[in-house]
C-alpha cells in the first residue's frame, strides 16, 4: 500500500522546493551583467544582454568535432564564477537558435565546445572566443567575466579570423530625422579602425572614409552593419519618437 505523506512534512518539502528556486534565481540576478554575441558566417544566433554566474553546463555524447574517442560523457560540469561558457549555456536554455549546444569534457585541461544550434566547425574550424573584440587566448570555461564584457562566439573557417563589426548609433532619435551612425572593425588583437563601404540598416548609403553613414527612421528598429566576409556587427536598438524594439 502507497505509503503516505503528512501534511506538514509535505508541506516543508514544497516550502524547501521554492527556496532553492528562488536562491537560484536570486543568484542569477546577482550575476555579473555581460552582452553576448554569437555568429556564424553571417547568421547572428544570439545578440542579448545577460547576467551569469556559477553554471551546470550539460556535455554531449554527440559532441564528436574532436574525435569520437573526445565525445562528451553526459554530465552536468559546474563551472564556477562568471564566465563566456557559462553565459553561453545559460542563454541556450532559452534561445532557440543556441540549442543544442554539444559540449565535451573528454579533455583535462578543459571543456572543448563543438556545435552551437546547427552549426559545427568543419575542416581547420572552431568556435573563436572574443572578449572586448580580442581574440582569447583561453578555452570559455577558464576566463572570467568583468561586469560588462562583451562576449563573441564566431564560427571561423580557420586561423586568423575574419575582423569583427562593431557599430556605434544613438539609442534614442526623433521620427524622421537624420542622424548620423558609424562603423569600426576591429581585428583579432582589439584594434579598431574605420569602415569604408560598410551597409547599415536602413542607411540609404555606405559608410565613408571615416565609417560614417547617415539613418532616417520612422519606427523603432534594431541597426546593424555588414561589410563582405567581415562579422556581422552587434545589433543597437533605436527607440524612436519614445518607441522602442520590442523583445
Known sequence: MPRLIPFRPAAACSLAFILVLCSAALAVAKGTPAQLRVVAGQKVLADQALRTGTTAVPTSRRAACFGRESVGSGKNVRIAGATPLGLLAQAARSNRALRP??????????????????????????????????????????????????????????????????LRAPRRVKPGARFRVRVLAYSEKGKAKPVAGAKVSGAKGRTDAKGYAAVTLRRPVRLIARDGESIPSNRVPVCVGGKCPKG
Open 101 to 166: 549546444l554539444l559540449v565535451t569534457d573528454a579533455f583535462s585541461f578543459g571543456l572543448g565546445l563543438c556545435s552551437i544550434g546547427d552549426y559545427e566547425p568543419k575542416g581547420e574550424g572552431f568556435w573563436q572566443l572574443r572578449i572586448g573584440h580580442e581574440a582569447s587566448t583561453l578555452g570559455g570555461d577558464a576566463v572570467k567575466l568583468k561586469p560588462r564584457d562583451e562576449v563573441l562566439w564566431y564560427l571561423t573557417a580557420g586561423f586568423p579570423g575574419p575582423e569583427e563589426l562593431s
